[in-house]
């Protein structure tokens, strides 16, 4: 055979280029495939409901829009009202106070601030039912001092309303507007607050005309997660008598078995979802325009001492003390003490094992179907793409009853149609595959806290440059080659921090577990209600501490990565 000519080699070398780069492109194309599969199995709960709500009879539907809708839309209104305005009146003052002041312990409060998120608004209102109780320790101890012998001297108000559901649910929500806040205060322009201050303008003029304007998106998106948060409350709303949208799609489907009644309460629901995702974005893109219009120094707090300092302490520590120190020091008590009295049981053992098994399993099936969706966005940035990754993190903003239910409906129909398919052809009955296995709960996990893993490593694979992928694919790797001898190795960081949001996070959801949960399966969150729904909440207590210990883990990992972000000592 004749050697090839300098013309011939060139064109070899091309067509084995083109050849490698058609090769890459049907991998991408997998990655891309796989990831749309991800993304339709998102969609399937919430289509699901529309079609289960349309199977509702017209009268059906005048009933709950006559009688169910106006109250629950009602109590939901005040109670997110309430929530908004507490949560961003106490997160923006936090997030001022440490940030435009200086005073002994102001380093530790920062954090501490943080320290509400790691116990869920159902352990809260727990807790705090048992210690305001009429014969529970604060209100014992304050007849004691007043000199009153019986409860039916001296009783204060009961925790069990909307005023006590607004206050419980803000002092644990309001780290959901402190965080952001806090971070839009010290990027401001220190030359704005010192223009404002040479212009005679006082620290609290600087704060109202000049900061809180500038820190307005912020703001906004802290109370769209929290009265999301909100939303997706059931625990805490049924035990202080608040009967929101969640608890009537709950009572409806549960105590009436009107499962098209609930899919249409349901979709009521989901409108007022997207009316504060709405809000959440529009907020977003506001706070990276200002952000990005102001890059200088933070200003220089001003420091307190004496009297000054230990009020700014205080007041700062006053929702630390109200959203977790007093609720988890109870708990820590009444562990202790059935501990001593019985040890640990055998049941609870069973119950940690499963939180652990279900909530590592969901874990690692969230991390790889986040895997799939960022890494096709990084492949195939097109549009199509991008709403493809849009549409896999839209269940983190659905309720988890809402969630449960969309997924009851559409398992239970696969259960059905398989079990009548295995009858004709092979006369054996499967009975409930799915949904008896704990499938269906693993799916909701999925679903729920898919948005976690595909945010974390977007913004892991964003920090890696674009040449480390074409000098991969010079070197003969493919694209799951890439991913693994590349991205991974760099993306370790943002794959950790994932997971360890969405193994709390399943840990402590109440709404999806109990609703999907197989017969006789018990979880520690699922444990708690049950024992708060027969009012022996001290039964559960080392459940619920174990769930708050665990719960403190992110947040350790939020106060570790904003420890960088402060200039000011």
């Not at 091309?14 to 780069?21: G, L, N, T």
């Not at 997110?80 to 312990?105: E, N, P």
């Not at 893109?285 to 009297?307: D, K, M, N």
């Not at 977007?458 to 890696?464: C, M, S």
């Amino acid at each position: 055979m004749e050697p090839l000519g300098p013309a011939g080699e060139r064109f070899s070398r091309r067509a084995s280029v083109w050849s490698y780069r058609d090769i890459f492109r049907l991998n991408g194309r997998i990655w891309v495939i796989a990831g749309t599969v991800i993304a339709a199995l998102v969609l399937v709960p919430l289509l699901a409901l529309v079609w289960q709500a349309a199977q509702g009879s017209e009268g059906l539907w005048s009933h709950i829009v006559t009688y169910v809708l106006p109250h629950a839309l009602g109590q939901t209104a005040i109670l997110l009202a309430g929530v908004g305005v507490l949560v961003g009146a106490i997160g923006t003052s936090t997030a001022w106070l440490v940030t435009a002041y200086d005073f002994r312990g102001r380093r530790v409060l920062e954090w501490a601030l943080l320290l509400p998120l790691a116990v869920p608004t159902y352990i809260v209102a727990y807790a705090y039912l048992d210690l305001l109780h009429p014969l529970g320790p604060v209100q014992a101890l304050i007849r004691a001092v007043l000199g009153y012998d019986s409860p039916r001297d001296f009783r204060l108000p009961d925790i069990r309303s909307m005023t006590g559901a607004i206050f419980l649910l803000s002092f644990v929500l309001y780290p959901y507007v402190y965080l952001p806040t806090r971070a839009m205060f010290m990027t401001q322009a220190a030359n704005l607050v010192e223009v404002s201050r040479t212009l005679g303008i006082s620290r609290r003029q600087v704060f109202l005309r000049v900061a809180l304007p500038l820190a307005r998106p912020a703001i906004a998106v802290g109370i769209s997660l929290a009265l999301m948060e909100t939303l997706n409350d059931i625990g805490a709303s049924e035990f202080l008598g608040v009967r929101s949208l969640t608890i009537s799609i709950y009572t409806t489907w549960v105590t009436r078995t009107d499962l098209p009644g609930a899919a249409q309460i349901s979709l009521a629901m989901i409108l007022l979802v997207v009316a504060l995702v709405s809000l959440e974005r529009w907020a977003r893109r506001r706070q990276r325009y200002t952000v990005s219009a102001q890059r200088s120094r933070s200003f220089e707090p001003r420091r307190l001492s004496g009297r000054a300092g230990f009020v700014a302490l205080a007041l700062g520590l006053l929702p630390v003390a109200l959203g977790f120190l007093a609720p988890a020091l109870h708990l820590a008590v009444e562990a202790w003490k059935r501990f001593q009295f019985a040890g640990v049981s055998g049941r609870l053992l069973v119950e940690a094992r499963n939180t652990l098994i279900l909530s590592a399993t969901a874990t690692l099936a969230v991390l790889i179907c986040g895997m799939i969706i960022a890494y096709a966005a990084r492949v195939f940035p097109q549009r199509g793409i991008v709403i493809m990754q849009r549409v896999s993190t839209i269940g983190y903003a659905m309720p988890g009853t809402v969630l449960a239910l969309g997924i009851l409906i559409a398992m239970g129909s696969l259960d059905r149609f398989i079990d009548r398919s295995m009858q004709d052809i092979l006369g054996v009955s499967t009975g409930l595959i799915f949904i008896g296995s704990g499938a269906a709960l693993g799916y909701a996990y999925l679903v729920r806290f898919l948005a976690i893993s595909v945010g974390s490593l977007e913004a892991g694979f964003t920090r890696i440059p674009r040449s480390y992928d074409f000098t991969s694919r010079t070197l003969g790797q493919g694209v799951g080659g890439t991913l693994w001898r590349v991205h991974l190795p760099l993306s370790k960081a943002a794959l950790g921090a994932a997971g360890l949001l969405v193994f709390v996070d399943c840990m402590k959801e109440l709404s999806a577990t109990l609703l999907l949960r197989p017969l006789n399966f018990e979880t520690l969150a699922t444990h708690l209600y049950g024992e708060a729904a027969r009012g022996t909440y001290e039964e559960a207590a080392l459940a619920a501490l174990a769930i708050v210990v665990v719960g403190l883990l992110p947040v350790v990992l939020l106060a570790r990565l904003g420890r960088p972000e402060h200039t000011a000592h």
